[in-house]
């Protein structure tokens, strides 16, 4: 332990603390803008400047450790000086087009403006001009990029794809893709980590808010819109709700009066997903078993950033990914198909919508494979942040609105699908499933062994032994069902490079390109702490308990959907709507 | 160019492409294991091949198993990489204190206007870059340049035609 003297005040902290950690374990918050807990630590924006006594230049706290008897003061004449000149500093080259930036009041260099007391903006010099890089799902405009750097640590640090790094040096310094690609040209996975953690406008979702609000006011179109529990327990933080707020009937409401004819639960999707990507394990188990050939282990394909992932890096190993589509795509198929029939609507009007906690939903849905009788499944994904700004550009006060229901035939879920946005949550859903598929009997969980894979966060591997099956099932007697669960590129690559070396020993995978699984996904309000994403995560734990169906094979609106039109799961109808082939983009 | 894809038939001593890569490749394959070792990996590489385009960053990033960009960021960060292939002669203006006041600013400015380029660009028919350099030690005979090893004295910009007509 050190011992030291913050603003007057000893304190005694661990070694190697920081100046900033250690003034917060003792309640003084040094401002910072660069600095991300747990994240990022660089250095870059010199705003959280301390002066330590003996020591003749200003410390950056975050960089800075504690020693020994040192005497810190955070808030002297000088300090608060010379964060305000920084700061100024910081703007001089930053495109102050605040009144028309997506960011605008949710910017953390704004907040700081206002917390630092800067009340004029002295330094006008040159400053440095880039082009807008639009891509599909994200949209870069360097012109506001403060160079904090953040972005550059979790697309190689915590994702490890390393599309992202500082170009270039001294004033034009430039955080962009190799050579100035384009995003869409280089191996980014659109997983859109980079724009949570952005304290600015530079990095952002691809915008299509307007393309919705013209569908909207287009009064021949039916507009569908559908949205999961990852959206709804998160979108509160757009509206000052304690994080971890369900809103999931206030959203259904404030849909309705945002004009959406049809309002869905994409989670009746994610049981539809289980029940048919347990049969395509089965079945890849049978021809195994019966020694004839097929790829195992089985890997989900429920995270269109990791599907993007696998084209980039492994596009020899494409077939190993399951073919079902992700369950907003699932929905949107169905939509534009059973229910169009049902409902006597024109299938050229419709308009299907996604809400989803993603960004990289928004490249997915431009996928050729990804359409059904030439249209596309899904026509425009919004983030959480996005139809918040509609929310609030339609004036519609969430808070004063009644909870309502979401519309039939997609209207009920599952316990299980509660946690499709939890690392691990496809995979226990799926288990369960096959194994009263297979056994007839309900998956006692106190079976399944589960270990970390050493070295690796959040990846974990477990066994299930089938004793006893059903009178079909017979080839499964004695086996020992071997799976995965990752999320983030890191855990992906090591699971990866085992298929293609031929040594996994695994059944079947499962993997979530953010860390966390989608409840942290790249669409979700911003900016994010470890104890926001823990409210998210008890929220979604709470929502599944509460669920008087928990497993997805019982889910009455799915059972329905096989009798009236499906037929059976993996039937040809269901190959064509529900399934694809996964091809790289050329 | 007059090389086959393979072997050069044109008798000179220059290697195919091909040939340069096999070397690059051997030089990453020394220094693949070694961390910190990507800056050496491209002096040697852009000794071998000229400069560093984008499809050779490409071979480099994919054997040193590092991002693309992390590669091109390094390329970018120190001015003695190039991306873009360099001309067979090199001339060097000197921008030095000396240099600068007895003129040198011209002697670019006309370099500029007759080699039809910008300062660190190479001509169309890649015979000449153009590039500053921070003061050559010659400051006595300013304004001075240089044009691969050789060194200009008082050069006068309208003997700048005359000079590179001997090239």
């Known amino acids: 332990m050190i011992n030291l003297t913050i603003n007057n005040k000893s304190v005694c902290v661990p070694d190697s603390t920081t100046i900033l950690e250690a003034a917060k374990q003792n309640n003084i ?191 021949n179109k039916r507009v569908v819109v559908q949205l999961s529990s990852a959206v709804s327990v998160a979108i509160g933080e757009e509206f000052g709700y304690e994080p971890g707020t369900p809103l999931a009937g206030e959203l259904v409401s404030c849909l309705r009066e945002m004009g959406f004819d049809d309002i869905f639960n994409t989670n009746a999707a994610f049981d539809l997903t289980v029940v048919e990507q347990s049969t395509e394990l089965l079945n890849r188990l049978k021809t195994t078993q019966a020694g004839n050939e097929a790829k195992l282990p089985l890997v989900t394909s429920c995270c269109s950033s990791f599907i993007k992932y696998v084209e980039n890096k492994y596009p020899e190993e494409l077939d190993y990914i399951s073919t079902t589509k992700s369950p907003d795509l699932m929905l949107g198929a169905l939509a534009k198909s059973h229910y169009t029939e049902k409902m006597n609507m024109n299938l050229s009007e419709t308009y299907v919508v996604s809400v989803m906690p993603c960004t990289a939903k928004k490249f997915e849905i431009t996928r050729p494979e990804m359409q059904n009788n030439g249209l596309p499944n899904v026509d425009a994904v919004l983030t959480t942040r996005e139809v918040a700004r509609m929310i609030k550009e339609a004036g519609i006060d969430l808070r004063n609105l009644s909870k309502n229901q979401f519309d039939q035939p997609f209207s009920l879920s599952s316990g299980a699908a509660e946690l499709f946005g939890v690392t691990g949550g496809v995979m226990q859903a799926t288990l369960s499933t096959v194994y009263e598929m297979v056994t007839g009997r309900e998956l006692p969980f106190n079976k399944l ?17 089938i004793e006893n099956p059903l009178e079909a099932y017979q080839y499964l007697d004695g086996v020992t069902i071997k799976v995965a669960v990752t999320s983030g590129f890191r855990g992906a690559e090591f699971l990866m490079n085992q298929i293609v070396k031929g040594e996994s020993p695994y059944h079947f995978i499962e993997v979530m390109g953010c860390p966390g699984g989608c409840v942290n996904g790249g669409g979700q309000p911003r900016p994010l702490t470890l104890e926001i994403l823990q409210k998210r995560l008890e929220a979604l734990y709470g929502q599944s308990e509460g669920k008087a169906t928990s497993k997805p094979n019982d889910n009455e609106v799915i059972s329905a959907l096989y009798k009236e039109y499906l037929q059976e799961p993996y039937s040809p109808r269901a190959q064509e709507l529900l399934h694809t082939q996964h091809r790289k983009t050329v | 160019m007059n090389c086959e894809a393979t072997k050069c038939q044109c008798g000179c001593d220059q290697e195919t492409d091909q040939q340069k890569y096999e070397k690059i490749a051997e ?37 040193m198993d590092k991002p693309l960009a992390e590669v091109s960021g390094v390329i970018t960060f120190y001015s003695f990489f190039s991306t873009q292939p ?27 206007d007759i080699l039809k380029v910008q300062v660190g660009e190479t001509t169309e028919d890649r015979k000449y870059t153009l590039d500053i350099a921070r003061c050559i030690g010659a400051c006595g005979l300013a304004p001075a340049m240089m044009i691969d090893d050789v060194v200009y004295k008082q050069v006068n910009p309208d003997k700048l035609e005359t000079i590179l007509a001997k090239y």
């Open chain 1, 449 to 465: 062994q589960v270990t970390s894979i050493a070295g690796f966060d959040q990846t974990m591997d477990m066994e299930l032994k």
């Open chain 2, 27 to 63: 030089i990453i394959a020394k220094y693949k294991n070694q961390a910190g070792s990507l800056i050496q990996v491209l002096h040697a590489a852009q000794n071998i091949y000229g400069y560093l385009p984008l499809e050779l960053q490409r071979f480099i990033a994919a054997g």
């Open chain 1, 29 to 219: 918050d040094i401002p910072h803008l660069c600095y991300l807990e747990g994240v990022h630590k660089f250095g870059s924006c010199r705003l959280c400047v301390v002066e330590v006594e003996g020591v003749k230049n200003l410390q950056a706290s975050c960089m800075a450790e504690v020693r020994e008897g040192m005497v810190v003061h955070t808030n002297t004449e000088k300090v608060r000086k010379v964060r305000k000149n920084n700061y100024e500093l910081l703007l001089s080259n930053h495109l102050q087009d605040c009144p028309s930036c997506e960011t605008n009041k949710n910017c953390e260099l704004q907040d700081m403006g206002v917390r630092l007391g800067v009340t004029e903006a002295r330094f006008a010099g040159k400053t440095t001009v880039s082009k807008v890089d639009i891509s599909p799902s994200i949209t870069r405009d360097m012109n506001k990029c403060i160079l904090c750097r953040r972005c550059v640590t979790v697309c190689n640090d915590i994702q490890n794809v390393g599309v992202l790094s500082a170009h270039n040096r001294g004033f034009s310094t430039v955080i962009n893709t190799a050579m100035d690609l384009p995003l869409n040209t280089v191996d980014c996975t659109y997983c859109g980590q980079c724009t949570v953690v952005c304290p600015v406008g530079a990095i952002k979702e691809t915008d299509e808010i307007h393309n919705v609000w013209q569908a909207l006011s287009d009064k």
């Open chain 2, 86 to 112: 360099k001309g067979k002669h090199t001339i060097r203006v000197c921008m030095g204190t000396a240099c600068y006041v007895r003129g040198g600013k011209k002697l670019v400015d006309r370099l500029e």
